[in-house]
């Protein structure tokens, strides 16, 4: 079970990592981006849309407190980078890598949370003896 949890906080802290980077980078080199997103044929304002839901969805995958809010928040990621490989791959331009990269690192840390939150639901629901034994 702890090398499920160091597995999961691992992926979950380099694709935080990857996310944060992405916003800062935004950020700080806005007339770049800007000019890449008009490119992809994306409207300019989507920078600072994607900005702000990527951080709350950060957040709400470091709460995790909901567990069907956390389901949209994985499909939200999942689309964007997806969308965003697809977008750059149709112009290509090769900067498709790390829209992958960032779906790999989504996948690996979206199993192994559901690992992990099926294995405490296993062990409350062992504890009050409502699971049998085999």
């Not at 994306?42 to 995790?64: A, D, K």
Request: net charge positive.
């Amino acid at each position: 079970m702890n090398s499920q949890k160091s597995f999961y906080y691992i992926a979950l802290g380099l694709f935080a990592i990857a996310v944060i980077g992405s916003i800062i980078n935004s950020i700080v080199n806005f007339e770049e981006v800007s000019t890449t997103f008009i490119k992809l044929g994306y409207p300019v304002y989507l920078i600072h849309i994607l900005g702000v839901c990527q951080s709350i969805g950060l957040l709400m995958i470091f709460t995790n407190k909901s567990h069907w809010s956390l389901e949209w928040v994985y499909a939200g990621f999942f689309m964007n980078y997806t969308l965003g490989a697809i977008a750059h791959l149709a112009i290509k331009d090769g900067n498709g890598a790390s829209a992958v990269v960032c779906i790999v690192l989504l996948f690996v840390t979206y199993i192994q949370s559901r690992k992990i939150r099926n294995t405490n639901n296993d062990n409350e629901l062992a504890k009050f003896g409502k699971l049998e034994h085999s």
